[in-house]
């Protein structure tokens, strides 16, 4: 028998929920809500099925989970919301279930820490390890790499790629794919270098980021055409595949990537 549900929280009976799992007061869990060992659901949280939550997340006050995609072409298809494992979710943060229009799935990897009012729409695929500070948007299908941070304010197009280890400024609106490792300001989001301390901290060699160096002057401070600055960054030599995730991603575009105005 459960014993760390608050009288107050409906909880539905189609629902698998792991006995270790405390949920405050008013909060509602409804059918086919599935959620992991040790996770924390503090009061006044909705979260809909179909949802797959993993082990030792933490959803705060307001948060809305699984619930319909806002999205007109919505016809109350079966599709789901996917959460790993140890993510926190801050108040009043919005993650949407997918649509039949990409493949039926908004999922988040784990070890994310999403601050309140984040708004993550339907079909994003978010990775491991990111950061999205308060009032962070992302239009439908938005793919973000692992290790991302998205400063105050900022936001992704719908169908955008956000790189691994890239930096959205706040207030950042990104239109174009967002290459790993780059940093952008601004409307619209412009580059402004590497994103040097995230490197650093994630233990990044000095020839590693030598080399991201190199590879970005390729990028946006010469007169060569994307084709021809992938040829470049190849020549350069990758290490240990941090060259290789560059250049995956830009044989990869579809949107074209954030340019210097």
Not at 6 to 15: F, G, L, N, Y
Not at 146 to 151: L, Q
Not at 191 to 217: C, H, M, T, V, W
């Amino acid at each position: 028998m459960m014993t760390n549900i608050h009288k107050t929280a409906v909880v539905s009976p189609k629902s698998n929920i792991d006995p270790s799992v405390a949920i405050g007061a008013y909060s509602i869990i409804g059918d086919d809500v599935e959620i992991g060992k040790n996770t924390k659901i503090e009061s006044h949280v909705v979260i809909k099925g179909n949802t797959k939550i993993g082990e030792d997340n933490h959803f705060y006050s307001f948060s809305s989970i699984g619930d319909d995609p806002q999205d007109k072409k919505y016809l109350n298809e079966e599709t789901a919301v996917e959460i790993g494992d140890r993510n926190t979710i801050r108040e009043y943060t919005t993650i949407n279930k997918g649509t039949i229009q990409d493949v039926g799935v908004t999922r988040m990897g784990n070890d994310n820490w999403i601050m309140a009012y984040v708004h993550i729409a339907h079909d994003c695929q978010v990775g491991n390890n990111t950061i999205f500070a308060n009032n962070t948007t992302l239009g439908g299908h938005v793919e973000v790499g692992d290790n991302v941070i998205f400063g105050g304010f900022s936001g992704a197009h719908q169908f955008c790629k956000i790189g691994a280890h890239s930096f959205l400024g706040m207030y950042s609106g990104v239109a174009r794919d967002l290459p790993p490792y780059v940093i952008v300001m601004g409307q619209p989001a412009e580059p402004r270098g590497i994103n040097l301390e995230g490197l650093k901290r994630r233990d990044f060699s000095k020839d590693q980021i030598r080399n991201i160096k190199s590879a970005y002057k390729a990028l946006y401070m010469s007169d060569l055409r994307l084709e021809e600055a992938i040829k470049a960054i190849q020549d350069l030599g990758d290490i240990n595949g941090e060259l290789n995730i560059l250049v995956d991603f830009l044989n990869n575009t579809t949107r074209g990537i954030v340019r210097k105005g």
